[in-house]
């Protein structure tokens, strides 16, 4: 679980500012490792925002999902997205 501790917090700080970490709930680790995350990020300044918080999206999810993919609905609409259609 250390390594992913260490891993997440250097690759977040390498980053900066903006930096976004979407973890899976596999493998168990990655679950257990959250909240010494949390607090070696806080300790390192990082504050943390929900989705809904953002005023923009991060690229990788205001990008198109193929046709077929099935699952654009289950997503809200980017606050980004809501600004330029005017909603």
Do not use: C, K, Y
């Amino acid at each position: 679980m250390a390594d992913v501790v260490r891993t997440v917090v250097d690759r977040t700080m390498a980053h900066g500012d903006g930096a976004v970490v979407l973890h899976h709930t596999w493998p168990n680790q990655t679950v257990a490792a959250i909240p010494d995350i949390v607090a070696r990020l806080a300790d390192r300044g990082g504050t943390f925002v929900s989705l809904d918080e953002l005023s923009t999206w991060p690229s990788f999810l205001r990008a198109p999902a193929p046709a077929d993919a099935g699952w654009p609905s289950l997503w809200p609409t980017p606050p980004a997205a809501e600004a330029e259609s005017g909603a």
